[in-house]
C-alpha cells in the first residue's frame, strides 16, 4: 500500500470524487483512512495527492508544499466564480468582434506582460466568493449563493514565476460548444443549466439593429492567453486571472486550469 498516491484529477470532478473513484478501482484500500491535501476546482485538473493511512496525519505538511500549473485565460467576460463556472458579471465594451478589432494579438501580449511583472513575490489574495473557505462556521459559497454579504478573509501568497506562453483565437460558436461539453461533466449542483444559459445568451445574442445590418451571422471572436505559473500554497489562479483582467482593465477569467506539480509531486 502506497501512503502517498498521485492522482490525475479530471476536469468535472470533484477532489471527493476523484479520491472515491480511486477506493473502487482498487479495492485493498478499502477500510483504511484515505484524504486529499489540497483541493482543486470542479472546473481544475491535475495533480491531485491522496495520503492513506498513518500518512494522513501529515496532511499539514502536504498543504503547505508549493505548486505549479498551467493555465489559460479568456479575455472579454469576468464572472461570479471567477471561471467558466459562474454567471457573467462583466462584459467588456471591446468583447467580441470589437475586442478583435482593439487589440490584435502582439499588443495585447505586450500588455499583459507589462503587468505580469507585478505579481512576482509576496501578495495578499482574497478568497473567491465561490470558495470552501468558512467564515462564521459556513464556507463562502454559502453566502454567495444566499446573496448575503460577509468579510471575505485573505491571505498572503508568494509567486515565484508566472509567463505568458502565447495567445490565440476562438469564435462564439467554438467558445459555446467548449464551455457547453466541459460544464456538462460536472455532476451536482453548481448553478450548470442557469449558467450555460447566459452563457449561450450572451455569445449568440441577436438585436434588431444587427439584424438590421446583416451582423447576426457574424463570428465574434475572442482572446484566449495560456500562462504558466509557479506559487506558494493557497494561491487561487482563478483569483490571478480576475485580478490580471483588472489590471488591463478588460475583463478576464480562468478558461482552464491544469495542476502540473506539488512540492516534488507531478504526473
Known amino acids: 500500500m502506497k501512503k502517498v498516491i498521485i492522482l490525475n484529477k479530471k476536469e468535472g470532478e470533484t477532489p ?23 483541493r482543486l476546482d470542479p472546473m481544475a485538473s491535475g495533480v491531485l495527492l491522496i495520503l492513506a493511512n498513518e500518512e494522513t496525519k ?5 498543504l503547505a508544499l508549493d505548486k505549479e500549473y498551467e493555465f489559460e485565460v479568456l479575455f472579454g467576460f469576468a464572472t461570479d466564480t471567477h471561471d467558466i463556472l459562474g454567471k457573467i458579471v462583466r462584459q467588456s465594451d471591446c468583447a467580441g468582434r470589437d475586442l478583435a478589432t482593439t ?20 501578495s495578499v489574495q482574497k478568497y473567491p466568493m465561490y470558495s470552501s473557505k468558512t467564515v462564521k462556521g459556513k464556507p463562502l459559497f454559502t453566502y454567495a449563493r444566499a446573496g448575503e454579504e460577509v468579510e471575505i478573509p485573505d491571505r498572503k501568497i508568494f509567486i515565484k514565476k508566472l509567463k505568458l506562453e ?12 467548449n464551455i457547453e461539453k466541459r460544464i456538462g461533466k460536472v ?3 453548481f448553478r450548470q443549466e442557469e449558467i450555460l444559459k447566459i452563457w449561450q445568451k450572451t455569445l449568440f445574442q441577436v438585436s434588431s439593429f444587427k439584424v438590421a445590418q446583416g451582423l447576426s451571422l457574424r463570428k465574434e471572436k475572442y482572446y484566449i492567453g495560456s500562462f504558466k505559473v509557479s506559487c506558494s500554497s493557497g494561491t487561487y ?4 486571472a480576475n485580478s490580471l483582467g483588472l489590471l488591463i482593465d478588460i475583463p478576464a477569467l480562468a478558461f482552464s486550469i491544469k495542476r502540473t506539480k506539488i512540492g516534488k509531486y507531478v504526473l
Open 16 to 38: 471527493l470524487e476523484a479520491l472515491e473513484f480511486f477506493r473502487k478501482k482498487n479495492p485493498k484500500y478499502l477500510g483504511f483512512s484515505m484524504t486529499y491535501a489540497g
Open 166 to 177: 502565447k495567445i490565440r483565437e476562438i469564435d462564439n460558436k467554438k467558445l459555446f460548444k
Open 187 to 189: 455532476n451536482g449542483d
Open 58 to 62: 501529515n496532511k499539514e505538511k502536504y
Open 237 to 240: 489562479v482563478r483569483v490571478l
Open 103 to 122: 487589440y490584435v494579438r502582439q499588443d495585447l501580449a505586450q500588455k499583459i506582460k507589462k503587468h505580469l511583472k507585478s505579481f512576482i513575490g509576496e
